[in-house]
């Protein structure tokens, strides 16, 4: 498949009073057409800020992009002017956000909201909108458009409300859906339909997808590659196989031990990680989950390891893979996949 997104080495921080928190240090990834690429990592390891960086969502100042190329199709969009970027925004990149009453008007019936937008970037006459504006919100599971298109944002459902954000960002048939944690607020029994959905639009539409979660069995549902982002930069990366079933790094063996196996699930707090992530004012000059790993060495203090080949475009920053290292033998971690073999959902 054909590449769309190239994020090369993109730099991300925020001025603040007490300094610059260096919120996304050096990331690098690709992504193809029709493929899913899953973002995951703890609270703060710069999710967010990387993925609405590739639309320029985040005000600067207090955000400053340090350094970095986003390639869109041949161009880099941290050269386009505010007005060339707001003819890709919606159009050629699409974004779902956690809450979906933080990108739809509440005072703007629905029809309407979804029309506007596909006129804005398709210059449709409001006819043709509208039968696509239909269309769309078939697609996403809301039938009887005429009925339901005269409705306000807060008279339907929350899961309806995700749907209703689903279809903006997929009526202009974006090439690209950034989506931020976007079931997350749903039940399960919701949030499984909407995942359905998504993965249908991409089969359908080709699109790519990014999609941040915390849940890895939504990761695993999900994902056709993952990036495992640690302290503003990612730690290790793979097709979904190598990250469940050949993990490499530390940080990412504490993550998949941290989610309980699927019959505990119910209502259980995830066992987090022991320790917490550094101080992005000041990150360590070693390896920054040096201080968390009950693996580190001497040289995970001093000198930061790089994100290196394993196998293929599996990859991981990690000084335990120097042929010099200690061979580890990794803990032993319950599946997440169950959902291959049946139909088991998150
Ligand atoms: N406006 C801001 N000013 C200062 N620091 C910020 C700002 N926004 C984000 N940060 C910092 O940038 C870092 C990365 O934040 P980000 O929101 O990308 O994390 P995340 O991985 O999405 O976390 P979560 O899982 O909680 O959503 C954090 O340390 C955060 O404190
Ligand atoms: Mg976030």
């Given at each position: 498949m054909e590449l769309i997104l190239e994020v090369k080495d993109l730099n991300v921080s925020f001025e603040t009073y007490a300094g610059e928190v260096q919120a996304v240090?050096?990331?690098?990834?690709?992504?193809?057409?029709?493929?899913?690429?899953?973002?995951v990592g703890e609270s703060g390891s710069g999710k967010s800020v990387s993925v609405q960086s590739i639309l320029k969502l985040?005000?600067?100042?207090?955000?400053?992009?340090?350094?970095?190329?986003?390639?869109?199709?041949g161009q880099d969009l941290t050269r386009l002017s505010d007005k060339a970027m707001e003819a890709i925004r919606g159009k050629e990149i699409s974004m779902i956000f956690q809450d979906p009453m933080s990108s739809l008007n509440p005072t703007m019936k629905v029809g309407k909201q979804i029309i506007e937008g596909i006129r804005k970037h398709e210059g449709l006459s409001t006819k043709e909108a509208r039968k696509r504006a239909a269309e769309m919100l078939r697609l996403v599971g809301i039938p009887d458009y005429e009925t339901n298109m005269d409705r306000y944002p807060h008279q339907f459902s929350g899961g309806m409300r995700q749907r209703v954000m689903i279809a903006i960002a997929l009526a202009c048939n974006s090439k690209i859906l950034l989506a931020d944690?976007?079931?997350?607020?749903?039940?399960?029994?919701m949030q499984a339909q909407i995942l359905q959905l998504m993965n249908d639009l991409k089969d359908k539409l080709k699109t790519a997808i990014v999609l941040i979660t915390h849940d890895l069995g939504v990761v695993a549902q999900m994902a056709d590659r993952i990036a495992v982002m640690y302290a503003g930069k990612i730690v290790e990366t793979g097709?979904?196989?190598?990250?469940?079933?050949?993990?490499?790094?530390?940080?990412?063996?504490?993550?998949?031990?941290?989610?309980?196996?699927?019959?505990?699930?119910?209502?259980?707090?995830?066992a987090a990680i022991p320790g917490s992530p550094p101080d992005l004012f000041a990150p360590p000059p070693g390896c920054a989950f040096a201080a968390r790993c009950k693996y580190c060495m001497h040289i995970c203090k001093t000198a930061e390891p790089v994100l290196a080949a394993v196998d293929g475009a599996h990859q991981a920053a990690c000084w335990l893979l120097d042929p010099r290292a200690p061979q580890v033998a990794p803990p032993v971690i319950k599946s997440h996949r169950k959902q291959e073999g049946g139909g088991e959902h998150v």
């Open positions: 240090r050096g990331i690098s990834f690709q992504l193809r057409e029709g493929e899913t690429l899953a973002i985040i005000p600067s100042p207090p955000s400053k992009l340090k350094s970095g190329e986003i390639v869109y199709k944690e976007p079931t997350t607020a749903l039940d399960v029994t097709t979904a196989e190598d990250i469940f079933y050949r993990p490499k790094h530390p940080y990412t063996w504490g993550l998949l031990e941290s989610v309980p196996s699927y019959e505990k699930r119910s209502g259980k707090r995830l």
